[in-house]
């Protein structure tokens, strides 16, 4: 790492994250009541009585669960999502079990929520998030488990444009800052893939070249790591695929 003179400043929780400042404000409308409880257990007798049959597995390949995610994805670009899987009825037919069509490894980023970014709804997507996508053993063997038990023919590693976590990793390669604690497992585990992106003047564009590679590495990184996952992309048909999400268009495009 090559250090610059001057004082590097300590990396904040802010910092890494791409927090801003801003509120927000919902307001709940609950309905109660004999009547309302009535209704209630009317709906969930019916429920019970008409479930839904979940599929008992997913007949999609690899491709078929990419142009499902990338469908589903055009819909949240255009504004026309259908929302789908998110009805009482269907919620109760996952009781019994479930059989996502992909998982998708994504950062902890509260801008880029997997099921709203692909237009999908409860036991559509086995997800899981690290700031940086960083792959540590518990995110990796939850990646395994959606492969070898759940079946699913797709693995995600999604980016996101202006990532706080790659952009800290940066700062910390070029000597402008500093990290300690828990939050240096994650910086440093990012800083390889800003040692091997090329010099660029322009550091939104190196930012936005250094999120890509950190997608890239890690679609890679778990397959060299995993022998589960190297068995099922060679007699299986699994893909491990690499994709950046934009924040301000909402589109999401595959890298490898």
């Known amino acids: 790492m090559r250090e610059l003179s001057g004082e590097p400043t300590a990396v904040t929780r802010r910092r890494l994250f791409g927090i801003t400042a801003g509120t927000a404000a919902g307001t709940f409308v609950a309905a109660g009541g004999p009547a309302a409880a009535s209704a209630a257990a009317s709906a969930s007798t019916s429920v019970r009585q008409s479930p839904i049959r979940p599929r008992e597995a997913t007949s999609l390949d690899a491709e078929g669960a990419w142009r499902k995610l990338a469908d589903g994805n055009l819909r949240f670009v255009t504004g026309r999502q259908s929302h789908p899987h998110e009805s009482l009825r269907w919620r109760e037919s996952l009781v019994e079990g479930q059989h996502p069509f992909a998982v998708v490894l994504g950062c902890a980023d509260s801008r880029v929520p997997p099921e709203l970014v692909f237009d999908h709804g409860l036991g559509d997507?086995?997800?899981?998030?690290?700031?940086?996508?960083?792959?540590?053993?518990?995110?990796?063997?939850?990646?395994?488990?959606?492969?070898?038990?759940?079946?699913?023919?797709?693995?995600?590693?999604?980016?996101?444009?202006?990532?706080?976590?790659?952009?800290?990793?940066?700062?910390?390669?070029?000597?402008?800052?500093?990290?300690?604690g828990d939050v240096s497992v994650l910086v440093r585990s990012i800083e390889p893939a800003v040692l091997s992106t090329p010099p660029d003047a322009d550091e939104a564009r190196f930012l936005a070249t250094a999120v890509d590679n950190q997608a890239r590495r890690v679609a890679s990184l778990m397959q060299e790591r995993s022998v589960t996952l190297r068995t099922a992309v060679a007699h299986h048909g699994l893909k491990v695929v690499a994709a950046s999400y934009q924040l301000d268009t909402g589109a999401v495009t595959r890298l490898t």
Request: hydrophobic share 50%.
């Open 125 to 180: 997507l086995f997800t899981i998030r690290a700031a940086g996508e960083v792959l540590d053993n518990s995110v990796l063997g939850s990646v395994e488990y959606a492969v070898e038990h759940l079946g699913v023919p797709l693995v995600v590693v999604l980016g996101h444009a202006k990532c706080g976590a790659v952009s800290a990793a940066v700062d910390v390669v070029r000597g402008r800052a500093e990290v300690s």
